[in-house]
């Protein structure tokens, strides 16, 4: 994940030692290690182990966006999907880096320690695939949705694998994810408790850019005390978030996450007659500072004076 920009930009990397610094305090080992192992790690190698998934994920992002932002490239708003809504609150300023960088780290404990094995499945169709009178999704809940003929579900990992068996026998396409456990449902709720525990005393300052939430569906300038756990525990309504947005003007959307995932998404979730347009920054594919470059190029007009 951005291999090419951590031994290419300052920004970035200093900012990847930042965040490392705080972790390491947190729980003692590098991240940056686990990243960027020394030696050839192939791409499709494992990595779900969630105590290196969760902090990498957002530390990636977050240097991203540092990185942007000291090449003068300011954003209107700040959107989040999932964890990068915790990684939008860093950037906003609500909270202090290194806060942050604890409630995703207590997240990620409390899920190994106390959460049941689960299972997410990314399928090619309508949302209302899912019969909520069919028996044979009864231990699965939608968790995302993210444009007409794409959603997610979260479920037990037995519920899970029957399902795609079933999608399968009608030629329906469908994916499992890389991951240990079924986020935004349910099955999140033994965590409820201790989580918020953590965060009762935590006060957010006014955000320097509006934050939209994906979870949420609207726009705020200062985080509720619930915020992180609603993240968590609420499915993402990325169509919804997005048709929303649309009524309010023409975007450029910069996709901060580390496989160019969500500017896809957007390529569906536009109207054809948008005007907005949809950006990714890393790929899977190590083009890091070309795709910089032409995003520069692309959004000069909008860049800070």
Known sequence: MGRDLYDSDAVFRETMWECDQHLRRLQ???????????????????????????PALFCIQYSLARTLLSRGLK??????????????????????????????????????????????LAILGSPELRDSNNPLYANTWIAARNFSNHFVLSGTPSGVASIQKYLQTKEISSQRLPVKYAFHCPLMDVIEKPFKSGLHDLESRE??????????????????????WEVVRRPVRFDETI????????????????TG???????????PNSLSKAYATMTPFN???????????ALEGAREI
């Open 28 to 54: 003692s080992d590098s991240i940056i290690d686990v990243i960027y192992p020394k030696g050839e790690v192939g791409r499709n190698s494992e990595f779900d182990e969630i105590l290196h998934t969760h």
């Open 75 to 120: 954003p209107d708003l700040l959107l989040g999907y999932s964890l990068g809504e915790f990684v939008s609150a860093a950037v906003g300023g609500a909270l202090p880096l290194e806060t942050i960088l604890e409630v995703v780290v207590r997240q990620a404990r409390l899920l190994k320690q106390s959460i049941a094995p689960g299972a997410m």
């Open 207 to 228: 955000l320097s850019h509006p934050l939209i939430s994906g979870s949420q569906v609207g726009s705020m300038s200062r985080l509720s005390a619930d915020f992180f």
């Open 243 to 258: 048709a929303w947005l649309e009524t309010q003007g023409n975007f450029s959307y910069v996709d901060l996450g580390p």
């Open 261 to 271: 995932t969500l500017a896809t998404f957007l390529k569906y979730a536009l109207d």
């Open 287 to 297: 083009r890091t500072n070309d795709n910089l470059r032409k995003l520069e190029i």
